[in-house]
């Protein structure tokens, strides 16, 4: 991952983010001294090379008995137990992972939310087929989470008796406690851990992402090592670390008015990539009515939806742009003798080649029209660029988030809406809850 | 489509509302006396009724055909000529359309960008089975689907000789001139109108969106009779007419700073028709420095990504929250026995009462924490209701746009990056502004 900062002048200048060099360094000392506010939430830091060896090994195996015996693998889970691995999995496969040919199972994600036609539409394609099931909660109770597991079980339990059930269900839990670790050590399942000291959003590079992960076919040691080569390298100085000064630059932008941050790819494999991005930056700063807004895009496509605002609306933007030097595989445009739609002039070379000119040229008009470019480079979509951007992002998201002035690891406003749908619900104890809300319905 | 006031209380005032009524039925009569900017493009004002009813007799037939020879619908296109067909297709059926078991063909889009990866994976996924293409170009030029278009057009008359490509090419595209419209003529494909007078943003009720809906088994003169309804209903005063009361509701709070709304649903199947909102609004409103930033979430999911921002973040979003009052399918939960995930209290009930109670939470919890809440009530997923919500939209849109002082119906930012693109494609005529460009690279 590198910085290319050549579009963010004429709204940032050099002595600018010079200045940002002290308070960027006071963050990630915060950080590495592990003194700052969330400081129990820390374990992602040297998870590169601290993880548990033995588990990786488990969950190799584990993998291989689900690509063996599965044609389906759901996931259930929610918040960052699900999107992590989602994303992973669409970057270093496909965004179409289910609808290609592979000797890989289908992956589906169950217990992210509480649509019943999606829990009906996801019973509807397991029909017939053989499913393993990884439920990924540290305490169990997680209302989506919970339901589906509770109809997934069931179903497997039918289908398999309890023993084969025992066979095919994983558990991503707390180590010791908790109803989902009690219920897999009472009927035997296998469970991975979730550590006290990793939050969701962080936790991909755990079992909660890499079990899903591995099952696609992914080379999930790979995925370490590049995540330890990012831990090393993104210890260096101020001016030699693209991820304090991508920290400091958000942070700069953001004080001159620029408070939405729209992460652009032009890669469709990078959608979910995205999606992981915004939770990991708008969970960890969006607090105490301040932090970036975080948006998406993915272009070209997305240059005809959203490309007019972030050309000409209110200048309220910037855009983060990943650019992926290398692409998985190409595509050679021939010429056509026709040539009835004057195309041949893009003819003659891969089609990567137009992509990089379609990004070029966008990146040009989008700052030359008021929006700051700050470009992210990636070498390609390998298991080991994954591993080295997750780190990268996670460590500029906690600079980032200590700069701010916030704690980035905590979620005080997920409780809000937790709450108030308990009282709604009966839920026994919050009763007197209960009958304030239905006054305001 | 219904509009529900009461999350808005403490924000907006009714005397604040209904201090717009005269600016905004000033902007509908801007619209319905065809005198305001962008008045060339108010086709789609009385298409519901002055469509052409033959056309749509011939893409019926032509989706019982697609439906009758072929495994895959290649939907070629990109923006207004992609979007709606994709997002109506994931809402009427659903966002797993392609997974789920039926007798009517995948669908799938192609030339809505410009990736490698994508365009083999999806000539991947066309092997051994039966193919059509339905090119969506007004001009046949723009890049994207003009690519896409060369390869699908070889790969067919490879596949099925240059008569079966025939009767498997739809070309839906200008209805007189034009490098698509020529070739079609030339070939013998059947063609369908995009209108003059219909941006492509809004024109998913023409043939654009309506023959790939076809194609999906929906019943489009359901979805022409919703729009119907809602094109006679939306032309009440503004006390009674909910369109305008949300085109004036979306201006009050952007003039309180407020100038990002987020399109919330609790249904999977809205995420792409939130995708159409993005660029129905982003587009036609981003300009002369101004305009709303449209955002999107899907919930329950995306309050664990998203909402500790939306609960505690920068105070400068609302929420337009769809609630759709009827699910498509229900799901009964159980009482489990055992109820080790202490999940009980909230069985005995349809799992859409309980997306229901966490809809009503989240309002409740949000617009407390100093997010007005918008809530717009659809009553189900039927063709119909996609027509009414489709044109309220699309009214709504025009009508704000003109409150805000803009042309809602140009885009004039779109050309910049293409402009850019075909400079550094060296694209004859480019050449100067190659020669620049490539110094700021």
Not at 44 to 58: A, C, F, G, I, T
Not at 77 to 98: D, H, Q, W
Not at 280 to 293: D, R, Y
Not at 303 to 326: A, N, P, W
């Given at each position: 991952?590198?910085?290319?900062?050549?579009?963010?002048?004429?709204?940032?200048?050099?002595?600018?983010?010079?200045?940002?060099?002290?308070?960027?360094?006071?963050?990630?000392?915060?950080?590495?001294?592990?003194?700052?506010?969330?400081?129990e939430f820390l374990g992602w830091l040297d998870l590169p090379v601290s993880y548990d060896k033995d588990e990786l090994e488990r969950i190799k195996n584990a993998a291989e008995r689900i690509k063996k015996n599965s044609d389906v693998l759901i996931v259930i889970g929610i918040g960052g137990s699900y999107l992590g691995a989602r994303a992973a999995i669409e970057f270093l496969k496909s965004p179409l992972y289910n609808n290609l040919?592979?000797?890989?199972?289908?992956?589906?994600?169950?217990?992210?939310?509480?649509?019943?036609?999606?829990?009906?539409?996801?019973?509807?394609?397991?029909?017939?087929?053989?499913?393993?099931?990884?439920v990924i909660s540290k305490?169990?109770?997680?209302?989506?989470?919970?339901?589906?597991?509770?109809?997934?079980?069931?179903?497997?339990?039918?289908?398999?008796?309890?023993?084969?059930?025992?066979?095919?269900?994983?558990?991503?839990?707390?180590?010791?406690?908790?109803?989902?670790?009690?219920?897999?050590?009472?009927?035997?399942?296998?469970?991975f851990a979730i550590a006290d000291d990793i939050g969701g959003r962080y936790s991909v590079l755990t079992a909660v992402g890499l079990l899903p992960i591995a099952v696609s076919g992914c080379d999930v040691s790979e995925i370490m090592r590049g995540a330890a080569v990012a831990m090393e390298e993104l210890k260096a100085?101020?001016?030699?670390?693209?991820?304090?000064?991508?920290?400091?630059?958000?942070?700069?932008?953001?004080?001159?008015?620029?408070?939405?941050?729209?992460?652009?790819?032009?890669?469709?494999?990078?959608?979910?990539?995205?999606?992981?991005?915004?939770?990991?930056f708008g969970e960890s700063e969006g607090k105490e009515n301040k932090g970036i807004f975080p948006a998406a895009v993915n272009f070209s496509a997305d240059l005809h939806s959203m490309g007019q605002y972030i050309q000409e609306g209110l200048r309220i933007i910037f855009e983060t742009v990943i650019d992926?030097?290398?692409?998985?595989?190409?595509?050679?445009?021939?010429?056509?003798?026709?040539?009835?739609?004057?195309?041949?002039?893009?003819?003659?070379?891969?089609?990567?080649?137009?992509?990089?000119?379609?990004?070029?040229?966008?990146?040009?008009?989008?700052?030359?029209g008021g929006v700051p470019n700050i470009v992210l480079e990636l070498e390609d979509r390998s298991e080991?660029?994954?591993?080295?951007?997750?780190?990268?992002?996670?460590?500029?998201?906690?600079?980032?988030?200590?700069?701010?002035?916030v704690n980035p690891f905590n979620q005080p406003g997920v409780e809000a809406y937790k709450?108030?749908?308990?009282?709604?619900?009966?839920?026994?104890?919050?009763?007197?809850?209960?009958?304030?809300?239905?006054?305001?319905?």
């Amino acid at each position: 991952m590198k910085l290319v900062k050549k579009y963010i002048h004429g709204f940032v200048s050099e002595e600018s983010l010079r200045t940002m060099k002290t308070q960027t360094e006071a963050a990630a000392g915060l950080l590495h001294s592990r003194t700052g506010p969330g400081n129990e939430f820390l374990g992602w830091l040297d998870l590169p090379v601290s993880y548990d060896k033995d588990e990786l090994e488990r969950i190799k195996n584990a993998a291989e008995r689900i690509k063996k015996n599965s044609d389906v693998l759901i996931v259930i889970g929610i918040g960052g137990s699900y999107l992590g691995a989602r994303a992973a999995i669409e970057f270093l496969k496909s965004p179409l992972y289910n609808n290609l040919k592979k000797d890989t199972p289908d992956i589906y994600y169950a217990g992210n939310g509480i649509s019943p036609e999606y829990l009906n539409e996801l019973l509807e394609i397991c029909e017939g087929r053989n499913i393993s099931v990884n439920v990924i909660s540290k305490s169990g109770t997680t209302t989506e989470p919970a339901l589906a597991f509770r109809v997934f079980k069931k179903l497997l339990e039918k289908k398999y008796g309890a023993d084969g059930a025992r066979s095919r269900i994983y558990c991503t839990t707390d180590k010791v406690k908790g109803t989902l670790k009690e219920l897999a050590d009472e009927k035997g399942y296998e469970t991975f851990a979730i550590a006290d000291d990793i939050g969701g959003r962080y936790s991909v590079l755990t079992a909660v992402g890499l079990l899903p992960i591995a099952v696609s076919g992914c080379d999930v040691s790979e995925i370490m090592r590049g995540a330890a080569v990012a831990m090393e390298e993104l210890k260096a100085p101020f001016e030699q670390n693209d991820c304090y000064q991508y920290a400091a630059l958000r942070n700069i932008l953001y004080r001159c008015g620029k408070h939405t941050e729209i992460m652009v790819s032009y890669d469709p494999a990078f959608v979910l990539m995205a999606e992981w991005y915004k939770q990991l930056f708008g969970e960890s700063e969006g607090k105490e009515n301040k932090g970036i807004f975080p948006a998406a895009v993915n272009f070209s496509a997305d240059l005809h939806s959203m490309g007019q605002y972030i050309q000409e609306g209110l200048r309220i933007i910037f855009e983060t742009v990943i650019d992926i030097k290398k692409p998985k595989t190409d595509f050679f445009l021939e010429d056509d003798p026709e040539n009835l739609d004057s195309l041949n002039f893009l003819t003659g070379q891969n089609m990567s080649e137009v992509n990089r000119k379609a990004f070029e040229g966008t990146v040009l008009a989008h700052s030359q029209g008021g929006v700051p470019n700050i470009v992210l480079e990636l070498e390609d979509r390998s298991e080991y660029s994954f591993g080295y951007m997750v780190y990268f992002f996670e460590k500029a998201c906690a600079v980032s988030g200590y700069i701010l002035g916030v704690n980035p690891f905590n979620q005080p406003g997920v409780e809000a809406y937790k709450n108030n749908m308990f009282a709604l619900l009966n839920k026994p104890g919050y009763e007197k809850q209960r009958e304030e809300l239905l006054k305001r319905l």
